[in-house]
């Protein structure tokens, strides 16, 4: 039996099932995961522009950055097991999964910058410089990172579509 | 209970003036051996017992897996090492030393044994009817509550803010019989809410996967935010250097920790997930997938 003989199977390839919205949302978590990852070990560790606690955070921002940092350190993981196990099973979408990567990278950027640093004052990229430059280049790549995701996601579910309008004449 | 609390945080401070530079004092005192033999006189024993009853049960049922033996054997002495022997007399001096001996005894030390399966040992070693009334006990109300997730994790987080945010840290190192009572809770709460999100030995409550993954995520965050906590407001008695880098290492070891439960979490559902295939949309070969399950039948926990 192969995947040809299961319509579900062939449906599934073509990410308008499951697998689409698996690839998806393996993407997503692991671009959260990863850019937390990349904004602790660039900003924190090796820059040491963000400050561990800069001992101005209010309660609410303490939370939710300690809920946004525990969620992304178990998103990582997690996503990389749902890579594993759709490789496994043949099915996963390589442009949605770029998408979903690029959306979640963009959409932790954004959050961050705005959310983090702008509402809830938590730390400022970095200490002692004028932060204007700085808050603008961080948004807006996280804007560009979050725009360039859902075009691809957008784009990917179109050819999808378009590849099932070719091989059967439903929809 | 009224706590002369001021007069107890002068005296900490005063303490800890003269334990000046506590972590040089704790690398001074880690070079005696003997030192160490306080907590072997703890662990031995109970490594012995585990030892004695998987070789002893290994006759009449499956080899006992070696593996599991390392674990508790390795729980076993790191938890002890928390709690007696030179680590735990620094503890006494320095948050920093305090907080290594909690990511031991509250944490790593947990997840090793309940890795190592005790519970089920046990279960192999007893006469029968004893056997039964624990597995009566373990289904009981009572085991259901404490072990569900959400118990499980307020009594192991909500103990430590319980601990560090108030007065009752400083209050541990005055009376002999609290410290002892702290360190046995932290212990049990660890134990529970690990095996709570990541049951090994037999769980007749265990909740849905998803939930408990929400439940980890809450916990590790709890965590996280009483590390940032503390750097901000150092507990009764502690210097604030001090302070900082116990809660730095409470936060950056807590998710060193976080992450080996979260891979072998999610481990257990790609290998659950994997025995799934056989159902839809696979173009493995039947051989393959036949054999992948049984294999993973094979490995199954209670062997």
């Known amino acids: 039996m192969n995947e040809h003989s299961n319509p579900a199977a062939a449906e599934d390839r073509r990410g308008s099932g499951k697998s689409g919205s698996r690839s998806l949302w393996s993407g997503v978590l692991f671009g959260i995961g990863c850019m937390a990852f990349?904004?602790?070990?660039?900003?924190?560790?090796?820059?040491?522009?963000?400050?561990?606690?800069?001992?101005?955070?209010?309660?609410?921002?303490?939370?939710?950055?300690?809920?946004?940092?525990?969620?992304?350190?178990?998103?990582?993981?997690?996503?990389l097991f749902m890579l594993a196990d759709l490789r496994r099973k043949r099915s996963l979408l390589v442009p949605r999964w770029i998408g979903g990567l690029l959306t979640g990278a963009g959409f932790f950027q954004l959050y961050d910058g705005i959310v983090h640093h702008k509402l809830m004052q938590i730390h400022q990229i970095r200490y002692g410089v004028d932060l204007t430059a700085y808050d603008w280049s961080w948004n807006i790549a996280g804007a560009v990172?979050?725009?360039?995701?859902?075009?691809?996601?957008?784009?990917?579910?179109?050819?999808q579509s378009r590849l099932k309008g070719d091989g059967s004449s439903r929809e | 209970m009224v706590l002369p609390?001021?007069?107890?945080?002068?005296?900490?401070?005063?303490?800890?003036?003269?334990?000046?530079?506590?972590?040089?004092?704790?690398?001074?005192?880690?070079?005696?051996?003997?030192?160490?033999?306080?907590?072997?006189?703890?662990?031995?024993?109970?490594?012995?017992?585990?030892?004695?009853?998987?070789?002893?049960?290994?006759?009449?049922?499956?080899?006992?897996?070696?593996?599991?033996?390392?674990?508790?054997?390795?729980?076993?002495?790191l938890s002890s090492a928390a709690v007696l022997?030179?680590?735990?007399?620094?503890?006494?001096?320095?948050?920093?030393?305090?907080?290594?001996?909690?990511?031991?005894?509250?944490?790593l030390g947990p997840l090793l044994i309940v890795l190592s399966a005790p519970v089920t040992l046990l279960l192999r070693s007893l006469p029968r009817e004893s056997a039964r009334l624990l597995t009566g006990l373990l289904r009981s109300r009572l085991a259901a509550w404490l072990s569900h997730p959400v118990t499980a994790a307020l009594l192991n987080?909500?103990?430590?803010?319980?601990?560090?945010?108030?007065?009752?840290?400083?209050?541990?190192?005055?009376?002999?019989?609290?410290?002892?009572?702290?360190?046995?809770?932290?212990?049990a709460a660890g134990w529970l809410f690990t095996a709570s999100v990541f049951p090994v030995d037999p769980a007749p409550h265990r909740t849905g996967m998803r939930f408990r993954a929400a439940v980890m995520i809450a916990a590790f965050a709890?965590?996280?935010?009483?590390?940032?906590?503390?750097?901000?407001?150092?507990?009764?008695?502690?210097?604030?250097?001090?302070?900082?880098?116990g809660a730095q290492l409470m936060y950056y070891g807590g998710d060193a920790v976080d992450l080996l439960l979260i891979i072998l979490f999610c481990r257990r559902w790609y290998r659950s997930a994997g025995r799934e295939i056989p159902a839809s949309g696979s173009d493995l070969p039947k051989k393959e997938r036949t054999a992948s399950v049984r294999k993973s039948a094979k490995r199954g926990i209670h062997s």
């Open chain 2, 157 to 187: 987080v909500g103990g430590l803010w319980l601990l560090y945010a108030t007065d009752l840290y400083a209050a541990m190192h005055h009376f002999a019989a609290l410290n002892a009572l702290v360190h046995v809770h932290v212990f």
């Open chain 2, 222 to 245: 709890a965590h996280g935010i009483l590390g940032k906590f503390l750097y901000a407001n150092p507990p009764a008695g502690t210097l604030p250097e001090d302070a900082r880098s």
């Open chain 2, 85 to 107: 022997g030179p680590l735990a007399a620094a503890a006494h001096g320095s948050f920093t030393a305090h907080m290594l001996g909690h990511l031991l005894l509250g944490m």
């Open chain 1, 38 to 79: 990349v904004d602790e070990v660039v900003f924190h560790q090796l820059l040491h522009w963000h400050h561990f606690y800069d001992l101005s955070t209010s309660g609410a921002g303490l939370v939710s950055d300690g809920l946004l940092h525990a969620f992304s350190w178990f998103a990582s993981v997690a996503s």
């Open chain 1, 145 to 159: 990172l979050l725009l360039a995701g859902i075009v691809l996601t957008i784009r990917s579910g179109r050819e």
């Open chain 2, 5 to 77: 609390v001021n007069s107890l945080r002068i005296e900490s401070y005063v303490r800890l003036a003269h334990a000046h530079g506590s972590m040089e004092n704790v690398q001074g005192s880690f070079g005696g051996i003997a030192e160490w033999t306080a907590p072997l006189l703890l662990a031995v024993p109970l490594m012995a017992a585990y030892l004695l009853a998987a070789a002893l049960t290994g006759r009449r049922y499956r080899r006992w897996p070696p593996l599991r033996s390392s674990l508790w054997c390795m729980g076993v002495l």
